[in-house]
């Protein structure tokens, strides 16, 4: 439980560093708490951009940390715990990318999920978020999109956008894709008029029995204005804290698969390391190599300016 001293003391290193934190839903509640401000990978990706202070925190993985600072390179950069990482984001190769505009030329864009190194974000024509990658493939003029890194996003797009050919890379979140559709049943079975609403980096069989299906905000937007009481919630379990103090007061409850979708990345982002990191200036992220920086930089600037269409 966070103390009056421990606000304090995090607000007045804030205020000592000139520092704003940004904290991802899928962290733990406490660090939520203390984060000026909370959201998904697209919503902080823009914020960054946007904030005065000279210093960002950023309770996340590497990729959100790293995408921060190539949007504001000129403000410092920290990471809570700088070993907290995504294995999804190294599940791209360049031989996957260099054969496929090989095969398609000029009628080829390639669409990176932002959940990914900037070195996958440099090969790419256009970074994309689960909140935003429907529409950025459709606005995309190639009739060929190669999505990288995950699977399961790209399957979910591909369905969404049939007049495109949606190329598939082979990567994939193992917190999502490991949640169970027979455990999904089983909820759906206890709770038979509970809306399914799912995170599109879940598996096929879990993504059929979904209700909605959206990025952590859509699905946090579809509970706090959905007419249901019971809710059954694929996406990790991080987000449980967000959901309900949206809906406080309101009787509804969340229910997530027995086998509980934690990403074991986000939990070490904790009180501590972010008092720490605030503390010491440690964790600092620093930028890439700048051929790296320049076309990954490209890649997410074209996301903010085809997002805001």
């Not at 959100?64 to 920290?78: D, G, I």
């Not at 999505?147 to 994939?172: C, M, T, W």
């Not at 799912?198 to 699905?219: K, N, R, V, Y």
């Not at 990345?265 to 720490?276: A, G, K, Q, Y």
Request: net charge negative; glycine share 6%; aromatic share 4%.
């Amino acid at each position: 439980m966070l103390t009056e001293e421990l606000r304090s003391e995090v607000a007045r290193l804030k205020s000592e560093r000139d520092a704003v934190v940004l904290a991802h839903y899928y962290v733990n509640p406490e660090v939520q708490e203390l984060a000026d401000h909370v959201g998904d990978s697209f919503a902080l990706a823009k914020l960054a951009t946007t904030l005065p202070a000279s210093t960002l925190v950023f309770a996340g993985v590497s990729f959100m940390a790293e995408s921060a600072k190539l949007l504001s390179p000129n403000k410092t950069v920290l990471m809570p715990d700088p070993a907290a990482d995504c294995p999804m984001a190294h599940m791209v190769l360049r031989k996957t990318v260099d054969a496929a505009r090989e095969r398609y030329g000029d009628d080829l864009a390639v669409a990176c999920y932002v959940n990914s190194t900037a070195e996958a974000k440099s090969w790419s024509d256009v970074c994309v978020t689960s909140s935003n990658a429907v529409k950025i493939v459709r606005a995309l003029p190639q009739a060929n999109v190669l999505f990288v890194p995950d699977r399961h996003l790209g399957r979910y797009v591909a369905s969404q956008v049939p007049e495109k050919n949606v190329i598939l890379n082979d990567g994939y979140c193992p917190i999502h894709q490991d949640i169970s559709a027979n455990e999904v049943r089983a909820l759906k079975a206890a709770h038979p008029d509970a809306p399914v609403l799912a995170h599109p980096e879940c598996g096929p069989e879990a993504m059929a029995l979904a209700d909605f299906a959206g990025s952590t905000s859509q699905i946090i937007e579809a509970a706090v204005c959905g007419a249901a009481l019971d809710y059954i919630v694929l996406t990790v379990d991080g987000v449980r804290g967000e959901l309900e103090r949206q809906t406080a007061g309101t009787g509804k409850r969340f229910h997530f698969p027995a086998t509980r979708p934690v990403c074991p990345d986000m939990d070490r982002i904790t009180v501590e390391r972010l008092v720490s990191c605030l503390r010491d200036g440690s964790g600092e992220v620093g930028l890439p190599p700048a051929d790296v920086a320049e076309g990954a930089r490209a890649a997410l600037a074209r996301m903010l300016e085809l997002g805001a269409r």
